[in-house]
């Protein structure tokens, strides 16, 4: 289904930074190359310095080709540069916002639907909403104003709601975007169509089939030079809160009664809400919790990497001691006739002996068992770094005798000429097109709060070494308190067999 868009402005607050040099800019150029942008479409910067026009252009040409290497289609480049602006918001200058809605008011220049796109610091969200506000920004009488709120939406429960509280002086929740990169995933977007176009899952897909359900997301990678953002944020809040819940919403959801965005959100928020609130009196056997220690882990070409532990990565920056978690894992339950007694393991870390992506989901014990140690089905949506669909099955080890072994169905989803779309390509595209689908509703940010600042809140209080792992691990051994029955293991990305650990 293509996607309808409007004739629009879109506002790129922080068009200078990180975020809009690496995914913006050239996300936006690449929906302009594929004809996706409407003809009359502009791109208004706005940063806080006064850039002349032409400066910005060649900023924005330095970013296209940093990102492009190979060159691009120079029509294309005309065509893109031309929709781009430059406007200066200085922030000692009382009158910025009067001087933008005046700017934005040629309408010769610029479409009068107005998206803002907030890539800056999440303090600065509530103030600008109120700028744009006070100067008749964001009023819908004849146009659509939407305002893309920028990850992370709060930090925990009361600061979403505070945030929420600020924004909705001024906006209805139809005109709020919150972003969560993860559902702009094709993989992740697959996972619900995969679920409910096809006719062989949907009879298994519940608590008398599954036995449980594993969402890991694990990385290589450690904290970098971000340090001081991380050791403020750790694994749960940073990955668990949103990207998790939501891959673990888009498993366990009931199916929406259409592909509208609010059946979509309905859904979800149904889910969310249901998940059992952790007991944190219980909290040792529900969730774990660990740092990197220093180890080796494998590079981009295969080969292996000496590196620092989490707390000399710290100490390097100044900081003595922290009890930050880079490794996460919880059970969680969804109480809902489906999901009744299936545990939900969700783990994400850095610093593992493999980066991967993946839902795992094994079912219970075949109806006929030859030995004890039959494999149980598993069945694998593998989203990083590999899309594919795997189905590990038993069958007849030919010959004389009745043996079976595990064979597995391994197809992948992305083939050689498949369109490769960046996350914030289908988001931005979304927005132009007042797509919320893959979106946040208050409502899922909230639940998904909810059910993270209690982990959060005992973790912090809690004055025990923090477990280590060597860096380029599998899961540190301990973390199996979490697992409701001995024979369950964590699965590890496609090998067969799940690799027992
Ligand atoms: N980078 C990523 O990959 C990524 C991923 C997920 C989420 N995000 C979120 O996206 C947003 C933007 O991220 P980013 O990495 O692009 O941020 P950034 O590079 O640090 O800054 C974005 C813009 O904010 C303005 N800014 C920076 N420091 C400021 C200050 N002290 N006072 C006022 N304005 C300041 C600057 O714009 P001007 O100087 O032009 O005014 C800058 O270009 C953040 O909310 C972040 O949490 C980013």
Same mark, same amino acid.
């Given at each position: 289904?293509?996607? /309808?868009?409007?004739?629009?402005? #879109? ?19 690449? #929906? ?19 850039? !002349? ?9 330095? /970013?296209?080709?940093?990102? =492009? ?47 803002? =796109? ?18 008749? #920004?964001?009023?819908?009488t ?10 992370p ?22 005109? %709020? ?30 608590? @008398?089939? %599954? ?29 668990? +809160? ?6 673990l919403?888009?498993?366990? /959801?009931?199916?929406?009664? &259409?592909?509208? !965005? ?10 969310l809400?249901? %998940? ?5 009196s219980?909290? &040792? ?5 660990? +740092? ?11 080969h292996? @990497? ?30 809902? !006739? ?56 038993e069958?007849?080890? !030919?010959?004389?005798?009745i043996?079976?072994r ?10 050689a000429?498949?369109?490769? %779309? ?9 927005? /132009?097109?007042g ?8 409502? $899922? ?5 909810? #059910? ?15 477990? +280590? ?16 029955? @001995?024979?369950? =293991?964590?699965?590890?990305?496609? $090998? ?6």
């Open positions: 289904m293509t996607k /309808m868009i409007d004739p629009s402005t #879109l506002v790129l607050f922080g068009a200078s930074g990180n975020l809009s040099r690496v995914k913006l800019m050239p996300g936006l150029f690449r #929906l302009d190359a594929a004809g996706r942008l409407h003809d009359d479409m502009k791109i208004l910067s706005v940063g806080r310095g006064e850039v !002349p026009l032409e400066a910005w252009r060649a900023d924005i040409k330095g /970013m296209l080709d940093a990102k =492009f290497k190979g060159g691009y289609d120079q029509k294309v480049y005309e065509r893109f540069i031309a929709r781009n602006h430059y406007h200066a918001n200085p922030p000692s200058d009382p009158d910025a916002f009067n001087k933008l809605r005046d700017k934005l008011a040629d309408e010769r220049v610029f479409p009068q639907n107005l998206a803002y =796109f907030l890539s800056v610091r999440p303090t600065d969200f509530a103030t600008i909403v109120e700028q744009l506000a006070g100067v008749g #920004l964001v009023d819908e004849n146009y659509w104003r939407r305002v893309l709120i920028e990850k939406f709060g930090t925990d429960l009361p600061s979403a709601q505070a945030l929420q509280a600020a924004l909705t002086k001024h906006l209805k929740e139809s005109q %709020i975007y919150r972003i969560d990169h993860y559902l702009g995933k094709s993989a992740v977007q697959n996972v619900m169509l995969t679920r409910f176009t096809n006719a062989i899952l949907e009879p298994l897909w519940n608590n @008398e089939y %599954i036995d449980h359900v594993q969402i890991t997301n694990n990385e290589t990678l450690g904290v970098g030079d971000r340090t001081t953002f991380y050791d403020a944020t750790g694994a749960l809040r940073d990955m668990f +809160q949103s990207h998790l819940l939501q891959t919403a888009m498993v366990a /959801m009931e199916k929406p009664k &259409d592909l509208q !965005p609010e059946s979509i959100r309905a859904e979800k928020i149904k889910l809400e249901s %998940i059992r609130p952790i007991d944190v219980n909290m &040792d056997k529900q969730a774990f919790r660990a +740092q990197y220690a220093a180890g080796r882990v494998c590079v981009g070409d295969g292996g @990497e000496n590196v620092p532990g989490y707390l000399e990565e710290l100490k390097r920056d100044g900081v003595d001691a922290s009890n930050t978690e880079t490794y996460a894992a919880a059970k969680l339950f969804i109480d809902n !006739p489906r999901w009744k007694g299936v545990p939900f393991y969700v783990r994400t870390a850095k610093r593992m002996h493999e980066g991967n992506t993946a839902i795992a989901v094994r079912f219970k014990k075949a109806p006929m068992l030859l030995n004890d140690n039959q494999h149980q089905n598993w069945l694998i949506i593998n989203i990083q770094p590999r899309e594919c669909i795997k189905i590990e099955i069958s007849k080890i !030919p010959g004389l005798d043996a079976t595990t064979i597995s169905v391994d197809a992948p989803q992305r083939q000429d498949d369109e490769s %779309i960046d996350s914030y390509e289908t988001l931005l595209l979304n927005l /132009m097109a797509d919320a689908s893959q979106y946040l509703h208050i409502n $899922e940010v909230l639940a998904q709060w909810r #059910l993270v600042d209690p982990i959060v809140k005992t973790w912090a209080s809690d004055t025990r070494a923090v477990h +280590q792992y060597i860096a380029g691990s599998r899961d540190p051994l301990e973390s199996k308190v979490i697992f409701e029955n @001995e024979d369950q =293991f964590w699965r590890y990305s496609i $090998e067969l067999g799940g690799d027992k650990h």
